[in-house]
């Protein structure tokens, strides 16, 4: 893997994220629609739940999640992206790589925010605990560990050793 290529394309695409257009044209509406989807799921067994714009919300009590830029697994697959530009591959399995990595990301995230769902209907302290250090270190590990798998599904570049499979 190249560490300048990795480098830019993080800075690029981080840079392009931040934008104002991209923002109001791109990334708010995704995220509306991972709150829609997560209310969809969620009300096939809670009929409470509805979602509005970026807000996950119970109806009866009032309280609700806002997902806010950096709990939409944006940034996550940025870093993911970026790992596999930089990586000796062919487009073709670049472009695998992103969407078996996108799936896996945005599953987990969904898995993510019903959690802090019901966790802050249940606990506001362990809401925060979860947000704010489980859930965000769980999401990176998660696009690192998607990373090493679909390295491992490359074929050997021609003229290196084929990994023996043991440490």
Not at 45 to 51: E, H, K, P, Q, R
Not at 101 to 109: H, T
């Amino acid at each position: 893997m190249s560490i300048w290529v990795f480098a830019t394309t993080l800075l690029a695409l981080f840079t392009i994220e931040l934008l104002g257009p991209v923002q109001s044209l791109v990334i708010q509406p995704f995220t509306a629609g991972i709150a829609k989807v997560s209310a969809v799921v969620l009300q096939s067994f809670d009929s409470t739940v509805a979602a509005q714009g970026i807000v996950l919300w119970n109806r009866e009590t009032g309280q609700g999640v806002s997902i806010q830029p950096g709990c939409n697994g944006v940034e996550a697959m940025i870093v993911v992206f970026a790992a596999i530009v930089a990586t000796t591959a062919t487009w073709r399995q670049k472009l695998t790589g992103t969407v078996i990595a996108f799936a896996a990301i945005q599953a987990l995230n969904l898995v993510r925010i019903i959690s802090l769902f019901y966790l802050l209907q249940w606990n506001e302290t362990w809401f925060e605990w979860a947000h704010l250090y489980l859930w965000q270190a769980l999401i990176m590990l998660d696009a690192l560990v998607i990373y090493l798998l679909w390295l491992r599904m490359l074929p050997p570049v021609a003229g290196e050793p084929a990994p023996t499979g043991s440490a």
